[in-house]
């Protein structure tokens, strides 16, 4: 038994005779058709981009025999990375900017002491506070005023987050006011911490100091 084939009887006529011509014509007209692409383009790399003018220039100059130019400039080039690494590093260990101290350097044999009216009337409104006993009130006036002077004369002076302690270390204050405010912040931590009140020969203390404080010849710079 002969097995059958798997698509069907195959057939034995032959391929339909066509014209050359119309063949000819038909690829013609294939060909023309704008629609099909027969050819794929060469491919071609993007060109690179030219360097710069001045780029080029640097590199003829450096490839050049210039020797003492060449130091010149290799030199300058460490120069600034130092000044870079130098600034870096004062900044990190909190010395801050040269060119904001030379600021403040600037303004040397500037006054800022405090303005005498200013403290006689402030020295008025604590003697009333005095007289009648309230001598807490009278001293812990003086300081907070003393404080206000200080931001209003040196902004940035006298940041939030410092107590009257860190404002009686501070440097930029000469020593001779400095130590009399910190007579005065003393005598206010003594009346708030240590529960003791403060008397009458307290407040004459605080008194004498904020004189010291107020019209002290150092206030400078």
């Known amino acids: 038994m002969s097995a059958k084939p798997p698509f069907g009887p195959v057939s034995t006529e032959t391929a339909p005779n066509i014209h050359p011509a119309a063949f000819a014509e038909a690829h013609r007209k294939l060909t023309e058709d704008g629609a ?13 981009t030219p360097p710069p003018a001045w780029l080029e220039w640097l590199a003829n100059f450096l490839s050049a025999e210039h020797p003492v130019l060449r130091t010149l400039l290799w030199g300058m080039v460490a120069a600034a990375a130092l000044l870079i690494l130098w600034l ?3 900044r990190l260990n909190g010395s801050g ?6 600021a403040r ?7 800022w002491r405090p303005a005498e009216a200013p403290a006689r009337a402030l020295l008025g409104e604590a003697d009333a506070l005095a007289g009648r006993g309230l001598f807490s009130d009278a001293i812990r006036l003086l300081l907070f005023r003393s404080i206000a002077d200080l931001e209003e ?16 270390g501070l440097p930029d204050i000469p020593s001779g006011p400095r130590g009399a405010f910190a007579r005065i912040a003393m005598l206010v931590e003594r009346g708030l911490f240590a529960r003791r009140p403060l008397a009458e020969s ?3 203390d605080c008194r004498a100091a904020y004189e010291e404080f107020a019209f002290a010849d150092e206030w400078r710079g």
Do not use: C, H, K, N
Not at 97 to 102: L, S, Y
């Open 88 to 90: 870096v590093i004062r």
């Open 36 to 48: 099909i692409q027969f050819s794929l383009p060469m491919y071609e790399p993007p060109r690179p």
């Open 202 to 204: 307290d407040w004459r």
């Open 153 to 168: 004369r040196r902004p940035g002076l006298v940041t939030p987050a410092l107590t009257s302690r860190d404002i009686a």
């Open 105 to 111: 350097d600037d303004r040397a044999g500037e006054s």
């Open 97 to 102: 900017w040269p060119w904001r101290r030379r």
